[in-house]
């Protein structure tokens, strides 16, 4: 039985609403920041990762950011560049980003859901599945090359396969 059959009986509810209930039965840790926004803490096999998602009615999107800090030495941010583009060009869903003044790598994805479309659990909780699992996936190139000086052509070899945490 999906998700969906599960927990939801009505495709009228809230985007958010719908994260609030996989956060529960997933057992995440979990604020609802507002009405349209959830952050949550999500383990995976490297770290915890914070994720937050947030509905913007302007634009008919559900955003998701996950993120996990970082703080590679000065020397080697050309190199950490390097990588997130290696990485990028490996996914399909979604981008990776470096945001240098708060420190942290940054998963980002929008699910457009224009026109009154609404959004299911199966849907939303694969969102954050593959969200996870790309930073599973390429957390230890990051790594690598931040703080084990590998060039980000070597290091991208440890994230060919792709890694499964606990979302």
């Not at 009986?9 to 985007?15: I, K, V």
Request: glycine content about 4%; some cysteine.
């Amino acid at each position: 039985m999906s998700l969906s059959e599960d927990y939801f009986s009505t495709d009228d509810l809230h985007p958010i609403d719908i994260v609030e209930t996989l956060a529960e039965h997933h057992e995440w840790e979990f604020d609802r920041v507002t009405d349209d926004q959830i952050a949550m803490s999500v383990e995976g096999q490297w770290r915890t990762y914070s994720l937050t998602l947030a509905w913007s009615r302007q634009d008919e999107t559900l955003r998701l950011i996950c993120t996990f800090e970082m703080e590679p030495p000065t020397e080697r941010m050309g190199q950490l560049y390097e990588v997130l583009n290696r990485a990028n060009d490996m996914v399909w869903t979604g981008a990776f980003t470096y945001w240098e003044e708060q420190k942290l790598m940054v998963w980002r994805y929008g699910l457009p859901l224009s026109g009154g479309q609404a959004a299911n659990p199966d849907q939303i909780d694969r969102l954050i599945a593959s969200a996870v699992m790309a930073a599973e996936r390429f957390y230890p190139a990051f790594q690598l090359v931040a703080w084990a000086g590998q060039a980000p052509v070597d290091a991208m070899k440890v994230a060919i396969a792709e890694a499964y945490g606990r979302a």
